[in-house]
T-cell receptor, first 112, second 113 residues
């Protein structure tokens, strides 16, 4: 089955810095890669996703890149703000599958 | 607000007991997924239903069962509870069967004492 590795497990940055979270996946048939943000006491919320026919996608301060050959994808957050502090999960899903496989999560802490 | 409603928010129960967690999906969503989140295991997929039928099973224990009713709400039943079952249980829903955005509820925090 699919295996998703996520690094780092904890990331501490100063407000205004950039943050990068990296994930690798094992199943070359995976073609959908969502990223979720989980704030304390809440459920995960989708913040951006990318499909395998695209190499990069941007939405304001967040962007995701995908390298299908290397089987890795990354989340980039620029100009970080304290409200970006949360746990971020990457996931991978293969075509025809119903279930995303999640990474273990990255706890992002943005210091004011 | 994701539109997915889970009840109760918190549940404290004793070992050996049985509990039922309830989930109402977003209006129009046919798929419901159940996940368990614990500190050491991350988000673990338990089971998925699509339009009332079981579609996929993950690491769900035999002591656990679920169903999706005709009105599309779902229940997760946990029986013979053990201390290790203490966790956050999330329900998510999506429109289709795969490769579509899943919306998560706020979770039920289960504490087994």
């Amino acid at each position: 089955g699919e295996n998703v590795e996520q690094h780092p497990s904890t990331l501490s940055v100063q407000e205004g810095d950039s943050a990068v979270i990296k994930c690798t996946y094992s199943d070359s048939a995976s073609n959908y890669f969502p990223w979720y943000k989980q704030e304390l006491g809440k459920g995960p919320q989708l913040i951006i996703d990318i499909r395998s026919n695209v190499g990069e996608k941007k939405d304001q301060r967040i962007a995701v890149t995908l390298n299908k050959t290397a089987k890795h994808f990354s989340l980039h957050i620029t100009e970080t703000q304290p409200e970006d502090s949360a746990v971020y999960f990457c996931a991978a899903m293969r075509g025809g599958s119903y279930i995303p496989t999640f990474g273990r999560g990255t706890s992002l802490i943005v210091h004011p | 607000d994701s539109g997915v409603t889970q009840t109760p928010k918190h549940l404290i129960t004793a070992t050996g007991q049985r509990v039922t967690l309830r989930c109402s999906p977003r209006s129009g969503d046919l798929s419901v997924y159940w996940y368990q989140q614990s500190l050491d295991q991350g988000l673990q997929f338990l089971i998925q239903y699509y339009n009332g039928e079981e579609r996929a099973k993950g690491n769900i224990l035999e002591r656990f069962s679920a169903q999706q009713f005709p009105d599309l709400h779902s229940e997760l039943n946990l029986s013979s509870l053990e201390l290790g079952d203490s966790a956050l249980y999330f329900c998510a829903s999506s429109l289709g069967q795969g490769n579509t955005e899943a919306f998560f509820g706020q979770g039920t925090r289960l504490t087994v004492v």
